[in-house]
């Protein structure tokens, strides 16, 4: 610990700028603990290094006042603070682990994640806190990712892509809003111009009841997407959601029509599970198949869809409800397999039915 204002590693005082970092040599096995007794109001605090640092309160402690946070190196910061500081958060390398919902301190600083830097939201639910995230993470393991045993269903509300951006984690975390739609509480967009957004980790990332930004190109590479009830894609259908071999896109209860083209590779998977009412999960987009893909629809679920498919590869039905097709297909050159359930071709008198 440093105090680059007096150029001391003595005493702290309120308004000076903290470094945290390696003097000596490091040891990974240990996690270094900063203990915070009382509410503290530095100018900055800078959190570099190899060695892991957990910040924790004892009695009223917290960081307070107009502070910003810095956050490089590559060891892990753990923030387990109920904060209210006012400053900015910048993760430019190693992993920032979250321990209180507050840790992050006030809405009014917002949080940016780029350059290689990691976001764990550790199940927790960071409210209204405005985020600007980029790049692929700490070893491509995800800009934003969850490292804890519990669902951050609420993990965000408010994020925009500065960049091309990787999704992570092994256990769920949402985007969503806590208001009656449509409100302006939560929002996913892109900023300064397009970019690519890839899912990863197996655990599923669920969208809820979020305006979808146009600009942003998606991929499901691992794992499972879910697009929620009123979530709102935004803007033309000139922006793709590709789904890879292994990875499932989950339409789940979808209120809007989905306007973007969809891209299923050998192996994809097309899940409905929520949906009672055929003017739900309406898919309006073109849809692309590139290998065989297979689509499953829950009992009583339905699933529309409504753009028209190209391609040579094939499409499974492994259905309880009626999966209908209503789109101009005569560009598909694939066969329809049924395996289990109704199918409805409508108008659709290109597509070959073969049962399975």
Known sequence: MYNETVASTGVLWQADTVRFGNVGPVDRTRTAMVTVAAPVAPERIIVEGRSNIT??????GKITGWAELFKGGTNVLTINLANDFSGPVTVTGGTLRVGNASALGSIVGATWVTNGGTLDVNGQNLGAELFYLSGRGVANTGVVANSSATDATNAMQRVYLVGDAVFGGNRRWDIRS???WPTNDAFIAPLGGPVHLTFTGAAEKAWQNVPVGSGIDITVGQGLFRTE??????GPATNFVRVLRGATLDIF???????????LEHGARLLAQVGAFTNLNVWVGPIQLNGW????????RFLTLAGAISGAGNLTIIANATTFFA???????GNLYVRIGPVDVGGSAAISVQAS
């Open 55 to 60: 910040f924790a309160a004892s009695g009223a």
């Open 178 to 180: 806590i208001g009656i």
């Open 229 to 234: 009830f009123n979530t709102l894609w935004q």
């Open 253 to 263: 209860g979808q209120t809007n029509p989905v306007d973007r083209i969809l891209i």
């Open 293 to 300: 893909a297979t689509n499953e629809t829950r009992a009583g």
């Open 327 to 333: 789109g101009t297909n005569t560009a598909w050159t």
